[in-house]
């Protein structure tokens, strides 16, 4: 009996089925991503401090008035374009009667990915762990579990100093005290100081152009 028909395999010149060559392709292309370093990069280790300034959008069924705040940020490269990030905000607001004062103060925890565009430019792409404490002072006091995700643009400055403009989104489900999953947003505008981070050494004998007497 005839066996069942074997699915064709297109070919290229050299006689390479063109599946594994799309194969070998990819798997090239992730290898030169996780090996390159950029021109200009933060070392295994680096800090990165920052502050920010926030405009912080509530969720509807929290019946909050949008409102100014600020905060700061830790982190610790892991790799040139990978970081591990705390993160925390205050932004004071109040009900949307204007007769309660509310404190809210997320508290964040995330990868950060810092991915370069330019020398002086990256696309930042970063989400984790959300703890969200709104204190309504003798009314009542909460805290949220959830999940935020990052997206945003950092320009350097100078060799250690960029500015990040972010925008958040916070996503904390359905708990016991709280009927119904809320999503917050906020747009965060700041300037961040890395501790360690190497700058462009365009000749790669590992003196930063701003100190290289001899670019070759």
Known sequence: TMGAAKPLLTRDHK????????????AAALAMLGLAQPAAGQKLGSLEIGAFGRYTVFDKDQNLKNAFGGGGELGLFLMPWLS???????????????TITVKHIPVFGRLLASIPVTDRVAILL??????????????????R?????LVGIRAWLSDAVSVRAEGILQYTPTQYHVATAQQTYAAQLGLSYVLGRAGKDSDGDGVPDRKDACLT
Do not use: C, I, N
Not at 84 to 96: G, I, M, W
């Open 126 to 143: 970063g989400g984790g762990y959300l703890r969200s404490f709104y204190d309504y002072g003798v009314a009542d006091s909460t805290a």
């Open 145 to 149: 579990h959830g999940a935020h995700g």
């Open 84 to 98: 591990l990030e705390v993160s925390a905000a205050y932004v004071p607001t109040k009900d949307t009667l204007q």
């Open 15 to 26: 006689g390479v089925p063109m599946r594994k060559r799309g194969v070998l392709s990819l």
